[in-house]
C-alpha cells in the first residue's frame, strides 16, 4: 500500500529548516525544486516540483497538483493530481484526480479517472482486457480513494502548509537522481545526487548521503560524503562523519574534528557567484 506509516516527530536541521513529516521510506520533491534528469529508486515519492526526465521505481509516485512532469514514469502505483506529458507505466494502477492533466500514453492493469480530468493521449491495459479496469466516474475511483485514505493526500496538505514556512526537499536513502538539481528551495539528501547542484537555499547532506556533484547553495552542512566542487554563500560545516574531495568556498568554514577534506579552501568576503 502507499505511504501508510507516518511519522509522528517532526526531525530538526541544521539553518532553521525542515522536511515535510514524511512516512519511513518515501522521497519528497518540493513545489520549487527543479530537476533535469533521472530519478530512480525503491522507494517512494512524493512529488510537488518540477522533473524533466525518467522516472524509475520499484514503488510508488504521487504528483501532485503543483507538479510537472516531462518524460517516462515507471512505477508500481501512480496517482497523478498535476501535469505529465510522456509515456506513463504502471506495474498495478494508474490513479488520474480531478485536476490531473495527461498528454501520453498511460499503461496498466487498472487505469482510474476522476471527473474533471483531463487525458489527451492512448490508455492501454497491461495483464488482462477487461472492460472494468476503466473507470470514469467518481463511484468507482472511490476504489483509488480508499488505497490512498490518510496516506499520502494527507502529507500533502500538510506539504502546501509547510511550501512558505523554510521547508526541504527530501531525498530519501533509496532514492537516486542523475542529473541536475535547482530551485528556490532547500534540500535534506540522505540518498544519491550525481550531477550538478545549484540552490538558492540550503543543503543539508546526511549521514547515508552521497553527492557526487559541484554544490552551490546559502549554507550547507555534510555528513555523509561530497565528491566535487562546493560553494556556500554563507555557512559550510563538515561535521566529524562528513567528507568532501574537493576545493571548498564559503564565507565561514567549520570543520569539526574527525571530519575527512581533501582539496583546496577559500574564504570569501561578499556573495558572488563561484
Keep these: 500500500m502507499l505511504f501508510f506509516k507516518k511519522k ?8 532553521d529548516i525542515r522536511k515535510v513529516t514524511l512516512p519511513d521510506g518515501t522521497a519528497y520533491i518540493g513545489k520549487n525544486l527543479i530537476i533535469d534528469g533521472t530519478v530512480s529508486g525503491s522507494d517512494n515519492i512524493i512529488t510537488m516540483g518540477s522533473i524533466n526526465g525518467e522516472i524509475e521505481l520499484s514503488g510508488d509516485i504521487e504528483i501532485g497538483d503543483t507538479s510537472k512532469i516531462n518524460g517516462k514514469i515507471y512505477a508500481e502505483k501512480i496517482f497523478v493530481s498535476g501535469f505529465v506529458e510522456g509515456a506513463v507505466f504502471a506495474s498495478e ?5 480531478k485536476t490531473a492533466k495527461i498528454k501520453g500514453v498511460v499503461i496498466a492493469k487498472r487505469l482510474s479517472v476522476e471527473d474533471g480530468a483531463v487525458f489527451d493521449g492512448e490508455a492501454r491495459m497491461s495483464g488482462n482486457s477487461e472492460s472494468d479496469n476503466l473507470f470514469k466516474d467518481n463511484e468507482n475511483f472511490n476504489s483509488c480513494k480508499k488505497i490512498r485514505k490518510n496516506t499520502s493526500a494527507e502529507v500533502i496538505e ?11 526537499s527530501f531525498i530519501s536513502r533509496n532514492s537516486r537522481v542523475d542529473g541536475n538539481v535547482g530551485g528556490n528551495e532547500s534540500i535534506i539528501v540522505e540518498g544519491f545526487i550525481k550531477g550538478l547542484i545549484s540552490l538558492k537555499g540550503n543543503i ?13 547553495a546559502d549554507n550547507i552542512s555534510v555528513l555523509g560524503k561530497i565528491t566535487g566542487n562546493v560553494f556556500a554563500r554563507q555557512q559550510l560545516v563538515i561535521q566529524p562523519s562528513g567528507k568532501i574531495q574537493g576545493d571548498i568556498s564559503a564565507r565561514s568554514i567549520d570543520i569539526k574534528e574527525g571530519a575527512l577534506f581533501e582539496g ?8 558572488s557567484v563561484p
Excluded: P, Q, W
Excluded at 93 to 97: A, G, K, P, S, Y
Excluded at 158 to 168: G, L, M, V, Y
Excluded at 204 to 216: F, L, N, P, Q, R
Excluded at 264 to 271: A, F, G, Q, T
Design 158 to 168: 500538510e506539504a502546501k502548509d509547510f511550501i512558505s514556512n523554510k521547508t526541504a
Design 8 to 15: 509522528k516527530n517532526e526531525e530538526k536541521y541544521l539553518f
Design 93 to 97: 494502477r494508474i490513479c488520474l484526480e
Design 264 to 271: 583546496r579552501s577559500h574564504m570569501i568576503s561578499s556573495v
Design 204 to 216: 543539508i547532506v546526511g549521514s547515508a548521503g552521497v553527492i557526487e556533484a559541484d554544490v552551490e
